[in-house]
Every structure is written in C-alpha cells, then in structure tokens.
C-alpha cells in the first residue's frame, strides 16, 4: 500500500484519493489474480500518416458494457490541464484500452502475463491511468517506466506533434530489483508491426500465454 500511496503523491495525486484505497477492504494485489486477454495491436507508418488497429477483447463479463468516455479534466491537484476521450470499462478507470489526449498523444494497450507479479506493486490500471496526461513521447516513456510495478504491460503510442509511433513493452521488477525492464520499439516506414498478449522483443522473462 506504501508503494501505491507514494505513487499517487509523486505522479499523479488527482487521479484518487490514497486514503480512500487504503482503507479499502477489497484491494488485493494483481498477483493473486489471472487475466487472460486477448488484445491486439497493428502499426503501420508511411510517409504522411500513421495508424493504429486495435483490437479490443475484454472478458465476456464486460460484453456490451464498455462506454466511451470524454473528459475535461481541471482543477486543484492536476499536473496538466487535459481533455481525453477513452474506452473505458464499467467499474475501472480510464484506460486499460485506448484514448487520444488533447495534447495529440494517444495509445492503445495490451495485456502481458509475466509468470510472477511483485507483490504489493503499483497496478497497470493506475499506470494505464496517468499515461493518459502524456503531453509528450518522452512524458509517455517516463509515466509508464516507473519503479515497483505489480506486472507487465505493452503500450503502442503515437504523438501527432512529433510524428512518432512506438510500441513499448514493459515488464515488471521483482522483490530485489524493483526497477522494471523495458523495450521501445520505433516503426519506421515501410516496418509494420503486429503485437497481441505475448513478449516478443523482452526474451528473459518468463511468461504465460493464453490461447
């Protein structure tokens, strides 16, 4: 809990009040949960426009429940004054999946199942969550490197400004080593990429794949 809260304060302090998670009795950490998800992501860039094709797959219990959500997001608290649309799933915040920021940052998300989570990490939904104030690649990056996280991610992130799209994959530390491991993959023209549930460019960790 120690680790969320200093998150929360460091990062972003507007997205949730700490106190409120940690007297929540329902909290556990990612590690004593499976997900199995079935994302995927094709990125192409040519020489005026790049494009991302996501392919959103949540689990059946969200069929037909996910929503659209636009935001103006202001006020006492927030690092970056902000407007975002996102998908978003009923019960969770703001994103797991995609958005478009007012900055011209926009991502979508994949889901990647290290076979170890770190215990009492901060959780992807929360990164997810502040990766939606990026006004920048290199803002992106710093947002979603952060230490101690409970598990792994990959991220595709395109910036209008900068005409750059990467693809990320970030994989969690462990007890001893909390720092995460990370990979940031460019495409160039003429490069496409296609990235689902499954580490492809970080080889030295073990990992579970659903099919």
């Not at 636009?70 to 799933?89: C, D, L, P």
């Not at 792994?152 to 209008?160: F, G, K, P, Q, T």
């Not at 499954?198 to 099919?211: A, G, L, N, R, S």
């Amino acid at each position: 809990m120690n680790e969320m809260g200093n998150f929360y304060d460091k990062y972003n302090p507007s997205i949730i009040d700490k106190k409120s998670i940690q007297k929540s009795p329902h909290l556990r950490s990612e590690s004593t949960h499976k997900f199995i998800d079935h994302c995927s992501d094709y990125l192409v860039k040519n020489e005026d426009v790049s494009y991302i094709g996501h392919n959103e797959d949540g689990g059946t219990i969200t069929r037909n429940k996910g929503f659209l959500l636009y935001a103006h997001v202001v006020g006492e608290g927030v690092r970056e004054e902000i407007e975002f649309v996102s998908f978003v799933y009923p019960g969770q915040l703001a994103t797991v999946a995609l958005f478009h920021n007012s900055f011209g940052i926009s991502a979508t998300m994949n889901g990647l199942n290290p076979a170890t989570c770190l215990e009492g990490g901060i959780g992807r939904m929360f990164i997810g969550r502040d990766l939606v104030g990026a006004t920048s690649i290199q803002d992106a990056l710093d947002r979603i490197t952060v230490p101690n996280q409970a598990t792994a991610h990959n991220y595709n992130i395109h910036s209008v400004a900068e005409k750059r799209l990467l693809n990320i994959e970030v994989a969690n530390g462990n007890q001893e080593d909390r720092n995460v491991e990370y990979h940031v993959q460019e495409i160039e023209v003429g490069s496409p990429l296609f990235h689902a549930n499954e580490f492809i460019f970080i080889t030295d960790i073990e990992q579970v794949v659903f099919f």
